[in-house]
């Protein structure tokens, strides 16, 4: 059952133009949001984060927006560069029996063309 | 650098063998999670330790095993592998065990079973 869902495996935005990654989940007890982006022969690296109280967060280039009635997240590029192609991940958490657990989906690959 | 440090970075080994993956976390993080990527998988979670105790536990095999030390680091132990058992393994940080604290992946340790 996969509780964090991308379903766009892939994406090709022109540099300069927005990117817009999509992540949606199933599980109404998620309350903090991640996004991490992968380059090839490296861990995820951290970009920015939600909180389920709040319905964006903004962070220079990057913006999440989350509709937690329509259980989706958003992860906005502004403007894309081409730097910024990698695989994508989202990651929803929540707390299981007094710990906390993060569920990362599948991932899309984000291909900015100069 | 995420400051969390996993060794070896390659491992490649014959099937039926064991083997153990080491992750330091980040200093002052005191929970631990590993995570496994297949060819073109999502992060799999595994197991989360915080402060040395066992906290959650994912999809992970009982030929699978883990523990913290206590100095925080971490051992992930394989035994009796197989060829599906060649994958990405990926050690994570994080400060707390609770909710709004991201987690920092090191580089991975990438397993190769032949």
């Known amino acids: 059952d996969q509780q964090v869902k991308q379903n766009s495996p892939s994406l090709s935005v022109q540099e300069g133009r927005i990117s817009i990654l999509n992540c949606d989940y199933t599980?109404?007890?998620?309350?903090?949001f991640l996004w991490y982006k992968k380059y090839p022969a490296e861990g995820p690296t951290f970009l920015i984060s939600i909180s389920s109280i709040k319905d964006k967060n903004e962070d220079g280039r990057f913006t999440v927006f989350l509709n937690k009635s329509a259980k989706h997240l958003s992860l906005h590029i502004v403007p894309s560069q081409p730097g910024d192609s990698a695989v994508y991940f989202c990651?929803?958490?929540?707390?299981?029996?007094?710990?906390?657990?993060?569920?990362f989906g599948t991932g899309t690959r984000l291909k900015v063309l100069a | 650098d995420s400051g969390v440090t996993q060794t070896p970075k390659h491992l490649i080994t014959a099937t039926g063998q064991r083997v153990t993956l080491r992750c330091s976390p980040r200093s002052g993080d005191l929970s631990v999670y590993w995570y496994q990527q297949s060819l073109d998988q999502g992060l799999q979670f595994l197991i989360q330790?915080?402060?040395?105790?066992?906290?959650a536990k994912g999809n992970i095999l009982e030929r699978f095993s883990a523990q913290q030390f206590p100095d925080l680091h971490s051992e992930l132990n394989l035994s009796s592998l197989e060829l599906g058992d060649s994958a990405l393994y990926f050690c994570?940080?994080?400060?707390?065990?609770?909710?709004?604290?991201?987690?920092?992946f090191g580089n991975g340790t990438r397993l190769t079973v032949t």
């Open positions: 990651a929803a958490g929540s707390s299981t029996s007094g710990t906390y657990k993060y569920i």
């Open positions: 599980n109404s007890m998620f309350d903090y």
């Open positions: 330790y915080y402060n040395g105790e066992e906290r």
């Open positions: 994570a940080s994080s400060a707390r065990q609770g909710g709004n604290s991201p987690l920092h």
